[in-house]
């Protein structure tokens, strides 16, 4: 049994979700999270769980808010010194074999402090590590997400990078390559066609697709806006793990942000995905342009969509599926045998 710390980013629950579902795939070593938000969560499912401030994202009208997130950042590197110093009491007593991290910014750095591996187990890094094309019109949203992603958020020893798409490596000697780390619940949980639509917003800021969802002929589920009354033909939700997978897995195709996780949690389903990658996220622009690229499905920028959007999307229904059969997006066995293979060798 190995010692594993994780430092997870909390601000969105993908990174949790992946971090969970590394653990529960590797029971037989004891797992302490360090973060906050989200990461707080998993404490009531029977983890050990330290908090530390994070540079958090945040989201206005489905772009993302630089002055708060700006501001949020200088609050957090501001007191660095300080929890720096708080890390590495907690990593000193836990006494980890390895450090894992998720996007999170402190761990990493007291794993060099302290000379322990450091592994990054994240989506992020695809941007970084892998070759590919930059895709046009992106200029500045890449410039914002890459930037704080080399600087920031790479400084560990190796990097497995999970993605619903394959990209070739840079430096296969320092990178991985996986499919999608996915957790118990999604694997538990039979897929079936129902009549609904599921809808999920990271942030719920994108109220301007509400009205025209009201004008379509289909039932939706909708989570990311809390437990409203339902309007006409849409039902909104409070967060529940289980019920959203088992609405997920029910659905006849979901209509989400950009975010890695939900993607991959639909496709595992076979479910086709319309995109609404989140501006200035260029991470999730990428991955809604791959939904295009590898027909699992489409995406829109625009701001103030129509029902033509999903009339036309709903006309290509059967070829999404049919390629989504072909893709692989189930990597948890990999990445736990990469791992253990990492605590054999320490690196």
């Known amino acids: 049994m190995a010692r594993i710390l994780f430092g997870v980013m909390g601000d969105a629950f993908g990174h949790v979700s992946r971090a969970l579902a590394v653990a529960q795939e590797m029971p037989q070593h004891e797992f302490l999270f360090l ?112 930037l704080p992603l080399r600087y920031m958020f790479s400084k560990a020893d190796h990097y497995l990078i999970t993605a619903f798409f394959q990209l070739p490596l840079a430096n296969p000697a320092t990178s991985d390559l996986f499919p999608p780390i996915l957790r118990r619940d999604v694997k538990e949980v039979v897929p079936i066609e129902g009549d609904h639509v599921l809808v999920y917003q990271t942030s719920p800021t994108f109220r301007r697709l509400l009205p025209v969802l009201e004008q379509m002929p289909n039932h939706y589920i909708i989570y990311g806006f809390g437990e409203l009354p339902s309007l006409k033909n849409l039902v909104f939700k409070a967060p529940s793990s289980r019920g959203f997978v088992e609405d997920l897995a029910s659905c006849r195709y979901a209509i989400t942000n950009g975010g890695h996780n939900v993607i991959s949690e639909a496709l595992f389903f076979g479910k086709p995905v319309f995109s609404f990658p989140i501006h200035l996220a260029y991470e999730q622009f990428f991955n809604a342009h791959m939904l295009m690229e590898l027909e699992y499905g489409d995406y829109s920028l625009i701001e103030h969509p129509d029902p033509s959007l999903f009339k036309g999307f709903e006309k290509r229904m059967d070829r999404f599926r049919a390629q989504i059969a072909k893709g692989s997006f189930y990597g948890n066995e990999k990445m736990a045998t990469r791992l253990d293979e990492i605590i054999r060798n320490k690196l």
């Open 35 to 146: 973060g906050g938000d989200r990461v707080l969560d998993l404490e009531k499912m029977g983890y050990q769980v330290e908090e530390v401030p994070m540079p958090s994202t945040y989201y206005s009208k489905n772009r993302v808010d630089v002055v708060a997130t700006l501001r949020n950042a200088i609050r957090v590197l501001f007191g660095r010194s300080r929890t720096i110093e708080a890390v590495v009491k907690i990593v000193k007593d836990f006494n980890p074999d390895l450090i894992l991290t998720d996007y999170e910014y402190f761990s990493p750095i007291v794993a060099r402090r302290l000379g322990i591996p450091c592994i990054s187990v994240d989506h992020q890094h695809f941007l970084t590590k892998c070759v590919y094309s930059s895709l046009k019109g992106q200029a500045l949203g890449r410039l914002m997400f890459t």
